[in-house]
Nanobody, 115 residues
Framework: QVQLVESGGGSVETGESLRVSCAAS????????MGWYRQAAGEQRYLVAT???????YLPDSVKGRFTISSDSSQNTVNLEMSKLKPEDTAVYYC?????????WGRGTQVTVSS
């Protein structure tokens, strides 16, 4: 069963940077799309960034210019580099991938930004 495992969350202060990583149990080239979502306490899950097999990326305006998504097929990882973090970025960050047409989710990693 394909698995995604996140790592790298933690607590930082406003304006600092943090990187979260997602390790896949299968080649990330097997996924048609991979990305990151986040869910703050009491809220729904929102898209943060996606990257497809061709390397095309999408980030919503809320994080564009501050967050960067990248993938490393040699390590089977997808990374999210976050800079200029704000308290409103506090959430559990989930890795997501589309594998054989089905979504696969990691368990999430907590990111907390204090003011």
């Amino acid at each position: 069963q394909v698995q995604l495992v996140e790592s790298g969350g933690g607590s930082v202060e406003t304006g600092e940077s943090l990187r979260v990583s997602c390790a896949a149990s299968e080649s990330i080239l097997s996924f048609s799309m991979m990305g990151w979502y986040r869910q703050a306490a009491g809220e729904q899950r929102y898209l943060v960034a996606t990257i497809d097999r061709a390397g095309s990326k999408y980030l919503p305006d809320s994080v564009k210019g501050r967050f960067t998504i990248s993938s490393d097929s040699s390590q089977n990882t997808v990374n999210l580099e976050m800079s200029k973090l704000k308290p409103e970025d506090t959430a559990v960050y989930y890795c997501n991938g589309i594998y054989n047409g089905r979504p696969v989710w990691g368990r999430g990693t907590q990111v907390t930004v204090s003011s």
